[in-house]
């Protein structure tokens, strides 16, 4: 299909020969064309919004161009035709908001050049509001799945906080939903049309955490080449998410509080303190009381972050939700892979009972797996039989021996990496590069093992 196919224009003026020939030269381009030689009618008709293009002539009995430019929806673009020596008119109907004049007796190239940029326009519009649609659908609680009484509960206080600038504190285990729920909350109020910042706070090495948060000056510290805007001042007008931020060191949990007392930053090497205007979120899956309590988390911290706080049901707790995400999670897959997919019920039982460590996450990828390795459309107990080998381990399937000591993963893990560490004498490049792991990950390690 023609791109220029889904484009409506309306050609505007008294003279029929005219606007014949503007329909013809842009028929032929492919765009759908109207003329109308009353300009009265065609202001009538312009206020309906049903072109997206209108060109007109500029003088014209009863009238003029300017009058109708004016009377245009804000999603029309309006071009108008000039004679020659109406320049100053054209310049002054480009203030009132036309989007490009046409000069008059026209060059049919320059002509179809500049409809053609003002298509490009429109459908670039058109391609932005899609986009905008789509996000405020998939986060207007579309894509959070649940009619369980503990989600119903998580839905009201969306809502409620959603209307009111406070910081928000969402906790839960991994894999309930953290981020789609805090990006619920930013398209559901009077932010959404501010950036939406998020940041893992695990994932960054400490020595590089606080230049993220807050940026930095050229030359703040050996490797800054340039200024750099930390995610407060990104997400300035909008909403930043602090994910992790149990995984903050303590150092820098004072930094923030003084940020969030005063909303000031100042980045690394600079002496100038910036105002922000921002909607604070923090998610954790661990328990800041217990961290608060063990003198790894700061208590005035934790009433600053946790205006409202709420906890995120792990799956296991919402289990008559299953059916339902199950359902949503197949019309993705069905779209993603161009299948019509589907469950039998015998599958649906055994999801149901089954026991989601990893939450809806683990879900997810258990689905996406059985389709992957199903040759039928609809999913049986055969499609998941992984699932139930898994099941079936009696719980060993965690175990693991390494010279004859055997142990859960995690543990032998925790072991395997803290003798990498020692044996390099703490050379965390070295050690990331014998574990095979990024540096980022290893930090994550040393932290989630407590191995300082």
């Not at 013809?24 to 009265?40: A, C, I, M, P, T």
């Not at 670039?124 to 659908?137: A, F, G, I, T, Y």
């Not at 998410?241 to 930053?265: C, G, H, T, Y």
């Not at 390099?424 to 300082?452: H, P, V």
Request: neutral net charge; proline residues 2%; contains cysteine.
């Amino acid at each position: 299909m023609n791109m220029t196919e889904n484009i409506k224009i309306l050609v505007v003026d008294d003279e029929k020969n005219s606007t014949k020939l503007m329909k013809k030269v842009l028929e032929q381009n492919g765009y759908s064309v109207d003329e109308e030689n009353d300009s009265l009618n065609a202001k009538e008709i312009i206020q309906t919004g049903e072109y997206d293009i209108v060109i007109s002539d500029m003088q014209m009995p009863d009238l003029t161009g300017l009058d109708l430019l004016k009377s245009k929806p804000d999603d029309v673009l309006f071009m108008l035709v000039t004679g020659f020596g109406s320049i100053d008119s054209a310049v002054e109907s480009m203030k009132n908001g036309a989007f490009d004049y046409i000069s008059k007796p026209f060059n049919i190239d320059e002509f179809v050049i500049k409809v053609g940029k003002a298509a490009d326009n429109i459908r670039l519009n058109k391609q932005l509001n899609l986009l905008k649609s789509q996000v405020k659908e998939d986060y207007s609680f579309g894509n959070i799945i649940g009619k369980s009484r503990k989600m119903m509960n998580v839905f009201e206080l969306i809502k409620k906080v959603s209307k009111a600038k406070v910081n928000v504190l969402i906790e839960g285990e991994s894999g309930t939903g953290k981020e789609l729920v805090s990006r619920a909350i930013h398209f559901n109020s009077s932010r959404k049309e501010g950036p939406f910042i998020a940041i893992n706070c695990s994932a960054i090495p400490d020595n590089l955490l606080e230049s993220e948060l807050f940026g930095h000056t050229k030359g703040a510290f050996t490797g800054a080449t340039d200024f750099q805007r930390g995610v407060f001042e990104q997400a300035n007008g909008g909403t930043l998410l602090l994910d992790e931020i149990a995984d903050m060191p303590f150092n820098l949990q004072s930094k923030l509080l003084r940020v969030i007392e005063d909303w000031e930053i100042k980045p690394l090497g600079s002496d100038k303190v910036k105002k922000i205007d921002v909607r604070l979120i923090s998610a954790t899956n661990q328990n800041l009381r217990d961290l608060i309590s063990r003198k790894r988390f700061r208590e005035d911290l934790y009433f600053r972050i946790s205006t409202v706080s709420m906890t995120l049901p792990p799956l296991n707790e919402r289990r008559e939700d299953i059916p339902l995400l199950t359902d949503h999670l197949l019309k993705k897959f069905s779209q993603k892979f161009g299948r019509n997919l589907s469950i039998d019920a015998g599958s649906m039982e055994l999801l149901i009972n089954n026991n989601w460590a990893g939450n809806i996450r683990e879900l997810e990828n258990v689905i996406e797996r059985s389709v992957i390795s199903s040759s039928t459309d609809e999913l049986t107990k055969k499609s998941f039989r992984f699932l139930n080998e898994q099941n079936g381990n009696n719980g060993n399937e965690n175990k693991i021996t390494i010279n004859g000591r055997s142990g859960d993963i995690k543990e032998m893990e925790k072991l395997f990496i803290s003798k990498v560490l020692e044996e390099n004498n703490w050379n965390k490049l070295k050690a990331s590069q014998i574990l095979g792991i990024d540096r980022k990950t290893l930090y994550k390690k040393i932290k989630d093992y407590d191995l300082e």
